[in-house]
């Protein structure tokens, strides 16, 4: 988020006019700390499920990386006369396989929670993604400021009057996913009580489309890539944000932008699966040509225009 000094209110890392810092939740969490574990679970071995049952190699991914990389994966197993089994699931399910120590590799779409820092477990960021603000396409505002946007998510600006739309009340749509990890909707608002009481939390990605897109006073959010998904839920109008627009890559990879997914996946380094670790090499280096339509800044770029690293983790923004 681009840092200014005049006019604003000073906070000690980040400053934005009009905008409410203190309301803001952190990005990322501390790589340095890791979650105590008895030594039963820290001599357990990988133990691959009936899903992976007989592979090299077990993956679970979340709902967005999995399109993003199935197809890629299944070709380096291929190349390299690998079985690699993959499943899709949520965040949720990729940390749950850890835990259970059921997987070799797990993809995320938020930054690790510190209780997902178990020991062993390095992550590896493959890119962010915007967070887009949706409406319905006939709501004539095109561009919120970030304090406005807050404003409405908190509930102290709801009618579309306010900035310069028809004097209706806004319906407010959330979905509150992934509470306990940070960056994502929390860097927005940083949890569920500073929302507004007159929200509607929504609990599925389809849901929020179609709820949006068949409410002509609606407000909501999704990422790019799921917006065209699922199109056949409902056609939503994508927002500016300081007249910036989230499928503005340049201005996303700034730091000016102010909502984004993490993308990670996850290796072990304890007793490591060594053909596991190359293809999460691979898929790295993949990044720097994934297709757009996935909504994905590499981490190349990122690493270019100066975001901040722990190893291949983004723990900073420029």
């Keep these: 988020m681009k840092k200014l000094l005049i006019g604003c209110m000073m906070l000690v890392t980040t400053v934005v006019c009009g905008a409410d810092e203190l309301l803001v939740g952190k990005a990322f969490t501390n790589p340095a700390k890791s979650v105590d574990m ?102 004539m505002v095109d561009n919120l400021t970030f304090a406005q946007a807050q404003k409405i998510f908190q509930g102290s600006i709801f009618r579309w009057s306010d900035i310069n739309g028809p004097k209706k009340m806004i319906k407010v749509f959330g979905r509150l996913h992934c509470k306990q990890r940070p960056g994502h909707w929390r860097l927005l608002l940083d949890n569920e009580d500073l929302f507004s009481p007159r929200m509607s939390e929504i609990s599925t990605i389809p849901d929020m489309i179609s709820e949006t897109a068949s ?29 910036i627009a989230p499928t503005d890559n340049a201005k996303l990879i700034s730091g000016d932008y102010p909502l984004y997914r993490t993308f990670n996946i996850t290796t072990w380094e304890s007793k490591p699966n060594i053909e596991a670790q190359k293809l999460v090499k691979y898929l790295i280096e993949y990044m720097q040509n994934i297709d757009p339509i996935y909504g994905i800044v590499s981490v190349q770029k990122l690493r270019t225009a100066g975001w901040k690293f722990k190893d291949d983790e983004i723990i900073g923004e420029p």
């Design 38 to 139: 008895p030594k039963a679970w820290l001599e357990q071995p990988i133990q691959y499920e009936k899903w992976a049952d007989g592979a090299d190699i077990a993956v679970s991914l979340d709902q967005q990386l999995y399109p993003a990389l199935l197809s890629v994966i299944q070709q380096y197993a291929k190349q390299y006369k690998l079985d690699i089994s993959v499943q899709e699931g949520t965040c949720g399910t990729s940390a749950k396989a850890l835990k259970d120590k059921i997987a070799d590799i797990a993809g995320f779409c938020c930054p690790p929670s510190e209780a997902d820092r178990l020991p062993g477990i390095k992550f590896h960021t493959l890119g962010i993604g915007s967070l887009a603000l949706l409406v319905n396409p006939k709501n």
């Design 215 to 243: 409410n002509q006073y609606a407000i909501g959010y999704e990422t790019l890539w799921m917006l065209q998904n699922y199109q056949s839920k409902g056609i939503t109008k994508i927002l500016s944000i300081d007249s």
